[in-house]
Nanobody
Framework: QVQLVESGGGLVQPGGSLSLSCAASGFSFSSYAMSWYRQAPGKERELVAV???????TYSDSVKGRFTISRDNGKNMLFLQMNSLKPEDTAVYLCNTRRFWGRGTQVTVSS
């Protein structure tokens, strides 16, 4: 079955960086677009970034220029490099493909 397992979250000060990973299994990883979403308490789930099968990247306006999504098809891994983090980036970050979701990893940006 499809499994998506996120890791790499934590507590970071404003202006800092974090790198998230998502280990995928149970499907042909290289054949599907992959996405990162986030959900903050009391807010709707928000699309953060998408990487297509061919490697094309799309970002929400709120993270453009600060976050970078990437994929390693050989290792079935999805990544999100987050730089210049802001308190408003605090959320649970979730890996997604089609209707499948990971459980998420908490990112907290606070001094």
């Amino acid at each position: 079955q499809v499994q998506l397992v996120e890791s790499g979250g934590g507590l970071v000060q404003p202006g800092g960086s974090l790198s998230l990973s998502c280990a995928a299994s149970g499907f042909s990883f290289s054949s599907y677009a992959m996405s990162w979403y986030r959900q903050a308490p009391g807010k709707e789930r928000e699309l953060v970034a998408v990487v297509s099968v061919g490697g094309a990247e799309t970002y929400s306006d709120s993270v453009k220029g600060r976050f970078t999504i990437s994929r390693d098809n050989g290792k079935n891994m999805l990544f999100l490099q987050m730089n210049s983090l802001k308190p408003e980036d605090t959320a649970v970050y979730l890996c997604n493909t089609r209707r499948f979701w990971g459980r998420g990893t908490q990112v907290t940006v606070s001094s």
